[in-house]
């Protein structure tokens, strides 16, 4: 067919050309399934851990413990489930069997489950409980069944794979629909496993056939999410600090362990899942998992340790404002419900989250880019950052990957948190970014970031106040798809005050910034501004427990912080050391924690001989209650004790062991361990034996104390 009208033929021409420039921008690099669409849409859940741990004072039970302990008399699924809520969580995972193997369903594959408890008079099925509380409130139920069981006399035998995937097909059909199937990362090691009491190992890469048991996974429950150490849809952070890192990439190329051990550079590999990989091989987002309290479990002596709202916010803006998912540990008390004081905690965290994020400050603006693909605005334009949906989305031409966008907002706003989420559909494409504000005839530089992802909450240190803003592109892997960019404002408060002791037992209280007054008590009561004004540090040498709360007049209080101190080391000496100390043993005593006392050996090749113990002169008798090791905090895990044994004495000669036991999780969780006493006695000598570490060939600690 020949055009006999020349304008009309390049009309059309002009036409197709524009129609295949607003071709929709290709997908870049990995992508998300719908399954992890869904979870980076939760963007926080709890993970709620109660068992036979919880009566026995442990994190990690042995395996031996009689089902008969556990008995909740009060227990109220709805209670707990409704507290998460409450604080904005959109789904609860619940630990059904944890590494003791005690199973909190009916099972039919164990006798060590909930019917051996006198709880329900036998008949209770707790996962049941928790599935009825989740659908009343509208909550999300996720399921945890730890592969590693401690009471079975089959595991580490190939018949055991049988009994856990059994395990798993009778919680994933059950108990309706799950959003996470969540599988951790401690296999293998000492256990009762029926009675042999013996050491039991894995090689965990091969031992759980995953690739079947996943297939379990994905035909019982196939919108399910699957957390593990290295996925495969979701990968652990690599701390249980609840933070990713401040680059932290949705895409990652694992490694896994080597065949039957941890890689030599074990904790390096954990380092990489903070960060993730940019432009990975998989799309495996990173779920940030720390408790409310030190422990995963419920304990007592950890009562006054609670996190406080603030401290949970800024755990959110380290998780979920980093791309990653928030998942906050719950421990039920005895009765079987959270405690008053985490109840209120979670409370308050929520309505914080409500006032900040309720309004986008940039609702109204008029917003200019520099570039829009095809200039098609009504399809790619920047007026979809503003429309609440985290998949519409302003896009650049595919040769632009920088580039920068000016709002213009009604009137001036005063903001501290910053937001901005990619089209995480297309892949995972910014790099890096800046955002700046107009101060009359220029502009000023305000924050600046590397990677974005399913979210990217920028907080300022202090709050701006501005008519313009603009964001720049300075570097992508593909076109733009930005598909959220809000400016929001924080409540105003105080940071709450840090706590330090020095050797002789005085207490110093710093601020981060200037307040008008801090206050604080040691009769347990909450600080007023009636309480005690911190002018000078505060004897505590007899140890005891301090709270303390920042004021800014009468307007402004910080949330109170608590800490718990033991016996001042002022007399306290080094007697001995086995082996011969490395590096001094009374930095173990000087009340610093960035020093450190290690027996470890930097050659690779040696080997560590044990028991190793360091022997502790107090000075005078003193009436003791408990032990207290705190493993070293330098993200190091050379040295951190495993097994130990706790001896004291009155002369220094003979010696009676008062303690026994192991320190579980720590060089997930590296927080002060509490050993308590059978009963106090009065001493003037104790010798820390360690009898295993869990990495390298010495010891380590960066303090011991005791407490009265």
Same mark, same amino acid.
């Given at each position: ?438 101060? =009359? ?86 600080? =007023? ?131 026994? =036991? ?47």
């Amino acid at each position: 067919m020949k055009f006999k009208n020349r304008a009309l033929l390049l009309l059309l021409l002009a036409a197709g050309s524009k129609l295949v420039a607003q071709a929709p921008p290709k997908p870049y690099g990995a992508l998300p399934n719908q399954a992890q669409l869904n979870w980076h849409q939760m963007e926080m859940y709890c993970i709620i851990h109660f068992g036979a741990d919880t009566y026995t004072d442990k994190e990690w039970g042995f395996g031996d413990e009689d089902p008969a302990i556990v008995n909740p008399k009060k227990f109220d699924a709805l209670q707990i489930v409704a507290a998460a809520k409450a604080g904005g969580f959109k789904g609860v995972v619940i630990v059904a069997k944890h590494h003791d193997g005690l199973c909190l369903w009916p099972t039919k594959t164990t006798p060590h489950n909930i019917t051996q408890s006198p709880w329900r008079s036998g008949k209770g099925d707790m996962i049941k409980e928790y599935q009825l509380a989740c659908q009343k409130l509208g909550m999300k139920l996720g399921l945890y069944c730890s592969p590693w069981d401690r009471n079975n006399a089959a595991y580490g035998k190939p018949e055991y794979l049988d009994i856990y995937q059994k395990q798993i097909k009778e919680l994933y059909t059950n108990y309706g629909p799950i959003f996470i199937s969540w599988h951790d990362g401690a296999n293998g090691g000492d256990g009762y496993y029926g009675g042999a009491r013996e050491v039991r190992k894995i090689d965990r890469s091969v031992y759980y056939d995953w690739k079947n048991t996943w297939a379990i996974v994905r035909q019982l429950q196939p919108n399910a999410a699957i957390f593990g150490d290295i996925g495969p849809d979701v990968r652990w952070v690599g701390n249980e600090e609840g933070h990713a890192g401040e680059t932290c990439w949705e895409t990652y190329t694992p490694h896994a362990p080597d065949e039957g051990k941890e890689p030599a550079n074990g904790y390096s590999k954990y380092q990489e899942a903070t960060t993730g990989t940019l432009n990975g091989k998989y799309w495996m987002p990173a779920e940030c998992d720390v408790p409310l309290r030190p422990g995963w479990f419920y304990h007592a002596s950890q009562d006054d340790q609670v996190k406080t709202p603030y401290q949970l916010l800024n755990l959110y803006y380290n998780s979920v404002g980093r791309g990653s998912d928030l998942d906050l540990g719950l421990a039920p008390n005895r009765d079987g419900l959270l405690s008053a004081q985490d109840v209120s905690s979670i409370k308050t965290f929520g309505t914080l989250l409500q006032q900040t994020f309720k309004t986008n400050l940039l609702k109204g603006a008029v917003l200019t880019a520099g570039n829009i693909r095809g200039n098609n605005k009504a399809k790619f334009g920047p007026a979809y950052l503003l429309d609440n949906n985290r998949y519409s989305y302003w896009a650049t031409d595919d040769n632009v990957k920088q580039t920068w966008l000016e709002a213009m907002l009604p009137a001036a706003k005063t903001f501290n948190v910053i937001r901005l989420r990619e089209n995480i559909k297309l892949g995972q494409r910014i790099t890096a970014f800046q955002i700046d504000v107009k101060n =009359g005839a220029s502009w000023k530089t305000i924050a600046h970031g590397t990677s974005i992802g399913a979210n990217r909450l920028i907080r300022l240190s202090q709050y701006v106040n501005t008519r313009q803003v603009r964001l720049t592109i300075t570097s992508a892997e593909a076109s733009i798809v930005l598909s959220d960019f809000g400016l929001f404002c924080e409540p105003p408060h105080l940071s709450a005050p840090m706590f330090s002791r020095d050797k002789a037992g005085n207490v110093n209280i710093t601020t981060e910034t200037p307040v008008s007054s801090v206050h604080y008590t040691l009769d347990g009561s909450e600080p =007023g501004l009636q309480s005690p004004v911190f002018k000078s540090p505060v004897p505590l040498l007899d140890g005891g427990t301090i709270k303390a709360r920042s004021f800014q007049g009468d307007r402004l209080k910080s949330d109170v912080i608590t800490r718990s101190f033991g016996i001042s080391k002022a007399a306290w000496k080094v007697l001995e050391t086995l082996p011969q100390t490395r590096k001094g043993g009374a930095a173990a005593i000087d009340d610093d924690e960035t020093t450190l006392w290690t027996t470890t050996n930097s050659d690779p090749t040696a080997e560590g001989q044990f028991p190793q113990y360091i022997v502790v002169d107090m000075g005078k008798d003193e009436s003791i209650s408990a032990f207290t090791y705190l493993p070293r905090q330098d993200k190091n895990p050379a040295g951190m004790v495993q097994q130990y044994m706790l001896y004291v004495s009155t002369d220094a000669t003979t010696w009676t062991k008062v303690a026994a =036991g192991e320190f579980s999780n720590i060089q997930s969780n590296p927080l002060e361990q509490l050993i308590k006493l059978t009963s106090p006695v009065k001493v003037r000598y104790f010798k820390f034996s360690v009898l295993s570490v869990f990495n390298g060939n010495g010891v380590s600690a960066a303090e011991i104390g005791v407490r009265r």
